[in-house]
């Protein structure tokens, strides 16, 4: 079973119904017991990154222990932004720091938020992205992720060059909305739910 951690923030639905469209069990929680019963957490989210942690202060401990116990994790959007140690959206905000670095705003010059579909350029093999080279995602987001590791394993450019995906170990985390990205973003949903199998 797949928990799509519900904290209050972004429509869990949608990602929901397109991991019961491609047949995996997947159930909206917040119930510590249930996500750590579960065989892959799902942490989905649009808004800001300051309001984000302070909704998941209750569930952090569980998140972060689940996550270092080697669960496979899929971080959407904002749920990928928190991952890292901090943001220029909430100055002063610690993130769950599992990623080294931090978010920065799309630069002036650029319209913001970004919305719409933009190619990935794959940079480093990976499991959730097999078969996704030079595919189109949704992407809504005025901040993106500058990780100071090596975890980066898609960009896209905005006229800026910014992370799309990032993986490391259990980590697999998307700046775009696979759930809204049609067939291509499903096949992310369904390597991910081969990850979680092997």
């Given at each position: ?7 209050g ?14 047949g ?5 929680t ?28 209750d ?22 932004q ?26 002036p010059?650029?319209k913001?938020?970004?919305?719409g579909?933009?190619q ?6 990976s ?37 799309a ?34």
């Amino acid at each position: 079973m797949i928990a799509i951690i519900d904290y209050g923030s972004g429509n869990l639905r949608s990602i929901a119904n397109a991991f019961r469209r491609i047949g995996a069990d997947a159930r909206v929680t917040s119930d510590p017991q249930i996500l750590a019963a579960a065989d892959a957490l799902v942490l989905p989210g649009v808004g800001a990154f300051g309001s984000a942690m302070a909704k998941l202060e209750d569930l952090r401990e569980t998140l972060l222990g689940n996550i270092r116990d080697g669960k496979p994790f899929l971080g959407i959007c904002l749920g990928l932004q928190v991952l890292l140690s901090e943001s220029q959206e909430s100055p002063g905000v610690q993130g769950l720091d599992l990623i080294p670095g931090r978010v920065i705003r799309i630069p002036p010059g650029n319209k913001v938020p970004h919305m719409g579909w933009n190619q990935l350029v794959i940079v480093k093999d990976s499991q959730l992205l097999e078969g996704a080279e030079d595919e189109y995602f949704y992407f809504v987001h005025s901040y993106y992720a500058e990780p100071s590791t090596d975890v980066v394993v898609a960009r896209t450019d905005y006229g800026v060059e910014m992370t799309a995906a990032i993986e490391s170990d259990n980590i697999h985390a998307t700046q775009f909305h696979p759930e809204k990205s049609g067939e291509a973003g499903l096949d992310v949903l369904r390597n991910f739910v081969e990850i979680i199998r092997a």
